[in-house]
């Protein structure tokens, strides 16, 4: 059985809707599911995990969250290793720009990103059932 985080932090309850579904999407593949707040992760529990999902939504000008998101990310990136890695988060104004700056981010470091998605507001029905899809990219 595979051993499935997601990871996220959300301010209005976009992204946390999106890494509800995610789970959904994985567990039912058969893995067993961990939600977890970005601010309860870090490097020292990477070795649970066979992949993990990390969310943030756009914040400012088309950037992480840098106060509780960005600082466990930039401790986790590197030690990522070949497990599988899915990239999501909800936005409200402007393009997705911080998902494809963050997805280049990722490949650079040697992330094995499997899939990334981002939902306009809160998750509606398309948004959703790729949140599941994705989610099922995790095991």
């Given amino acids: 059985m595979s051993n499935v985080a997601v990871v996220f932090w959300s301010g209005t309850g976009n992204t946390e809707a ?8 994985a567990s039912a593949k058969g893995a067993k599911v961990s939600i977890i707040q970005a601010s309860d992760f870090g490097a020292d529990k990477l070795d649970g ?3 993990i999902a990390f969310g943030c939504p756009a914040m400012g ?4 969250e840098d106060t509780e998101f960005l600082p466990m990310y930039d401790e986790v990136e590197p030690l990522l290793g070949d ?17 494809e700056l963050w997805e280049q981010r990722a490949e650079s470091a040697g992330v094995n990103v499997v899939d990334s998605l981002i939902a306009k507001d809160y998750p509606d029905d398309e948004a959703s059932a790729e949140c599941m899809r994705v989610g099922a990219l995790l095991v």
């Avoid at 000008?61 to 992480?64: A, I, P, T, V």
């Avoid at 497990?83 to 998902?99: C, I």
Wanted: charged letters at 30%.
């Fill in 49 to 51: 995990y066979d992949a």
């Fill in 18 to 25: 999106m890494a509800d579904l995610i789970a959904q999407g």
């Fill in 83 to 99: 497990r599988k890695v899915v990239l999501f988060g909800s936005y409200d104004w402007n393009d997705g720009e911080w998902m």
């Fill in 61 to 64: 000008d088309e950037e992480l």
